[in-house]
């Protein structure tokens, strides 16, 4: 198996551990010992997640790339606008440029 494999066989056996946790939990009440499992499992949810993110061959999700056109924009886009250097053209104490 392949590392990204086998990590995802580890999250898997982890995420069954949680839901047999939360049965568990329901049988035997919630006492300091389960608190403390459940506790240890959070921990090794998190362990995974960093040695997932730093494995080799890991890969962040790379953002889609916008493509911003060199072209002027239409300037009907910008006719109720305001600009924010000048503030509010509405407003009563404007100054004239």
Not at 8 to 30: F, I, M, N, P, Y
Not at 67 to 80: A, F, G, N, Q
């Amino acid at each position: 198996m392949s590392l990204q494999d086998e990590l995802t066989a580890a999250q898997r056996c982890l995420d069954d551990l949680v839901k047999s946790l939360g049965r568990l939990e329901k049988q035997v009440g919630h006492g300091l010992e389960i608190r403390r499992v459940k506790t240890d499992a959070d921990h090794l949810r998190e362990s995974l997640a960093l040695l997932r993110e730093t494995a080799p061959g890991a890969t962040a999700p790379r953002p889609d790339l916008v493509t911003i056109p060199d072209t002027p924009y239409d300037t009907s886009l910008w006719t109720d606008a305001d600009d924010e250097g000048l503030g509010s053209t509405r407003s009563r104490g404007r100054r004239a440029p």
